[in-house]
């Protein structure tokens, strides 16, 4: 199986601050891999540094054996930690709009942006102003306009943060939808049961390096058959248990 991303000695200084140190892995064109690790790991930094968004100190971050460039020919679609999306404006027209500049036409666009708006239950939204909806409201349709146009790449940073139990499961029901139909999945996330249900291979950060690398059963074997959350901890004591879904 072919990479579709490719990390080689990467290191991020800000300023005399190292954030990432001499960082490789790879993720395989079909898979869903778990980016892994607390607040201030690299996680978000690795992402933006592949995306073009900052540039590297050190190393190589190549997509399709290339840096990334929007004009390129990776269709990938992004859900940054950090929403950004035109609030003052209908719900529709953000979707549609955002549908276009991925290369729908405007008929293709509105008919993914309605079906996704039936399929997490906002149909009756589509006219509603993004401001007046609530924040979880607003996830799913950030969420619905990464998943517009079925990019083959999907890069996840915390995609459920803030839902409860039963929106987590049909976020997760649609991320795998998409990991079935072929779609490469890279997910950033503090919840282990996302991880167990969805990852096949997955990298564990620590202070920017990786603590752990591997498919989720090779890592569990190295660490003595413990759950993801038993090693979580056990990388960072317990620190960050108030993080973790246990």
Known sequence: MSNIISIKNFSMKFGTTAVINNLSFTVKRGETFGLLGSNGSGKTTTIRALLGIYPQTEGELLIEGKPYSVSGDVKLGYLPEERGLYKKEPVLDVMVYFGQLKGLSRIQAKQEAIA???????????????????????????????????????????????????????????????????????MVTHQMEEVERLCDRIILLKDGKARAYGTVADVRATFGGKSLNSIFLSVYGDENQEEINV
Do not use: C, W, Y
């Not at 609530?134 to 890069?155: A, N």
């Open 116 to 186: 996704f708006l039936e399929r997490v239950k906002l149909q009756d939204k589509a006219n509603t102003r993004l401001d007046k909806l609530s924040g979880g409201q607003q996830q799913k349709v950030q969420l619905g306009i990464t998943v517009m146009g079925s990019p083959e790449l999907l890069i996840l940073d915390e995609p459920t943060k803030g839902f409860d139990p039963v929106n987590r499961k049909l976020l997760m029901d649609i991320i795998e939808e998409h990991q079935q139909k072929g779609a490469t999945v890279v």
